[in-house]
Nanobody, 117 residues
Framework: QVQLVESGGGLVQAGASLRLSCAAS????????IAWFRQAPGKEREFVAA????????NYADAVKGRFTISRENAKNTMYLQMNSLNTEDTAVYYC??????????WGQGTQVTVSS
């Protein structure tokens, strides 16, 4: 099991950038696929981006492709989400999640990102 803690959220204006971090504890972090999800008010949680255990493979939702970049540093047990050109539709609680195989089993508590117009 991996414990995940997000940080880096905040209130920014449209067009700004933010970098979210996800700190993990647990010896198996480096073997996990790690992802970011988000949930906007009144909406279901949605996938944002994922990165394989080695960092070689990444995957993005169409809504963030070209604007967000996911990365990880296994030596630091940390994952990042660099978010550029933010818009009001990116406003949500952002969660990091990890999976050792097919299912995301470990989740953080979330960090709020609010983008004002």
């Amino acid at each position: 099991q991996v414990q995940l803690v997000e940080s880096g959220g905040g209130l920014v204006q449209a067009g700004a950038s933010l970098r979210l971090s996800c700190a993990a504890s647990g010896r198996t972090f480096s073997t996990y696929t790690i992802a970011w999800f988000r949930q906007a008010p009144g909406k279901e949680r949605e996938f944002v981006a994922a990165i394989s255990w080695s960092g070689t493979n990444t995957n993005y939702a169409d809504a963030v492709k070209g604007r967000f970049t996911i990365s990880r540093e296994n030596a630091k047990n940390t994952m990042y989400l660099q978010m550029n050109s933010l818009n009001t539709e990116d406003t949500a609680v952002y969660y990091c999640a990890g999976r050792p195989s097919l299912v995301y089993t470990d989740w953080g508590q979330g960090t709020q990102v609010t983008v004002s117009s």
